[in-house]
T-cell receptor
Framework: EPEVTQTPSHQVTQMGQEVILRCVPI?????FYWYRQILGQKVEFLVSFYNNEISEKSEIFDDQFSVERPDGSNFTLKIRSTKLEDSAMYFCASSELGHSNQPQHFGDGTRLSIL | SQQGEEDPQALSIQEGENATMNCSYK?????LQWYRQNSGRGLVHLILIRSNEREKHSGRLRVTLDTSKKSSSLLITASRAADTASYFCAVSGNTPLVFGKGTRLSVIA
């Protein structure tokens, strides 16, 4: 069964540095998402992406964050000037169609640790 | 907020027993979805129930939806140790999926 893959599985970065988290969504999916889960807390929506542009974003997704689909397969989340509170699991997901009526398929996440 | 909230927060049962988890939400929805998360892993979609459906089955899973009470339940029958995980409901209206805090299920062999 096709999977969403994320790399790296664990990223350790100094505060203030930039990080890029990578995702390869399922190939025939059209919608892509990033979520964040701070340890012990709920999964929080960050952003959705369709047709090479952001379709929705949450309050969390401020100017510090950006997403890109640099080629036909990768979907990246860039976090600039990382802060301690950015430490979390970051999950990528994809779906065939829009979020409202389709299940989303998640990767296993990247654990981001900011020191 | 459309956020789904699961109840109970934690549930511990013996293998072979049934597990029931509940989800409540506040506004109108298009559908409600249940996901499972094993420790350190991503979420796995279990089942989607649309707002015009009342019950749905998938293997050992049974989901009900009561839109008048704005609630849903997930029943896992004949539980197995491998069912140990966190279970989340996610509601969807005209906004992105909003997850609850989850129910942590422990199935003891």
């Amino acid at each position: 069964e096709p999977e969403v893959t994320q790399t790296p599985s664990h990223q350790v970065t100094q505060m203030g540095q930039e990080v890029i988290l990578r995702c390869v969504p399922i190939s025939n999916h059209l919608y892509f998402y990033w979520y964040r889960q701070i340890l012990g807390q709920k999964v929080e929506f960050l952003v959705s992406f369709y047709n090479n542009e952001i379709s929705e974003k949450s309050e969390i997704f401020d100017d510090q964050f950006s997403v890109e689909r640099p080629d036909g397969s990768n979907f990246t989340l860039k976090i600039r000037s990382t802060k301690l509170e950015d430490s979390a699991m970051y999950f990528c997901a994809s779906s065939e169609l829009g979020h409202s009526n389709q299940p989303q398929h998640f990767g296993d996440g990247t654990r981001l640790s900011i020191l | 907020s459309q956020q789904g909230e699961e109840d109970p927060q934690a549930l511990s049962i013996q293998e072979g027993e049934n597990a029931t988890m509940n989800c409540s939400y506040k506004t109108s929805i298009n559908n409600l979805q249940w996901y499972r998360q094993n420790s350190g892993r991503g979420l796995v979609h279990l089942i989607l129930i649309r707002s015009n459906e009342r019950e749905k089955h998938s293997g050992r899973l049974r989901v009900t939806l009561d839109t008048s009470k704005k609630s849903s339940s997930l029943l896992i029958t004949a539980s197995r140790a491998a069912d140990t995980a966190s279970y989340f409901c996610a509601v969807s209206g005209n906004t992105p999926l909003v997850f609850g805090k989850g129910t942590r299920l422990s199935v003891i062999a």
